[in-house]
């Protein structure tokens, strides 16, 4: 398949508090350090992947979707190589995307799970977190880049000794789209017509072309 849509999460959790590819039920949550930028694809904590996230000579990856957790004040940013996507006016680094502007899951409570203290976890409820933010314009990776995407915490998330943290489970979610092969030579002219990269332009590129080749010469006289 030339063009197809995919998303990750992440969370903090995995079956022997280690990381792991697939996620199991009744995980255990893993540390997160606070005001420290954790890789959600290689960063060794939660469910990862084996290898970095990387377009070939002949991929092209458009990130339409970010969003992480509305409590313990997460953020999640996106790298491509080194440079940091979200950045402030004056182009110094800052986390990315808050999660109170584009929380994961959609409808969840800005405090998490907390500890009472004694060891039991309790879900306060209430707010109801909805996103105020969009991913508008959306994240082009090019043909040979890596790509990072970031989680960020102001607090310490999971479990320590037997200790709980303020809060243990810590989410991430990514949406993107891979175009391959001759869906991503058709990116290139999007590009140079300067049209969004999106799964419902690039087939309307490819009925215009079909419609072009259907058309009668007019080079012969009747």
Request: proline residues 5%.
């Amino acid at each position: 398949m030339a063009m197809r849509s995919q998303v990750y999460e992440w969370t903090n959790g995995s079956a022997t508090g280690t990381s792991s590819i697939r996620q199991t039920v009744d995980p255990i949550a893993q540390t997160v350090s606070g005001n420290k930028k954790t890789d959600i694809f290689i960063g060794g904590i939660g469910s990862n992947i084996t290898k970095p996230a990387e377009t070939n000579a002949t991929q092209f990856v458009v990130i339409e979707d970010v969003a992480t957790s509305a409590h313990a004040a997460s953020a999640v940013q996106v790298r491509i190589n080194t440079t940091d996507y979200f950045q402030n006016p004056d182009i110094t680094d800052q986390d990315g995307v808050p999660g109170l502007a584009s929380p994961y899951p959609r409808g969840t409570s800005s405090n998490g799970a907390i500890s009472d203290g004694a060891g039991s976890i309790n879900v306060i409820a209430g707010d109801n977190v909805l996103p105020s933010f969009s991913l508008t314009p959306e994240i082009y990776v090019l043909p040979g880049q890596t790509y990072s995407v970031l989680y960020t915490s102001a607090q310490e998330a999971g479990v320590v000794g037997g200790q709980t943290k303020s809060c243990t489970s810590v989410a991430c979610f990514v949406k993107y789209t891979l175009y391959d092969g001759p869906d991503s030579l058709i990116r290139n002219r999007l590009l140079e017509m300067g049209i969004t990269v999106n799964p419902s332009n690039v087939d309307w590129y490819k009925r215009s072309l079909l419609e072009q080749q259907s058309m009668p010469s007019n080079g012969g006289v009747a």
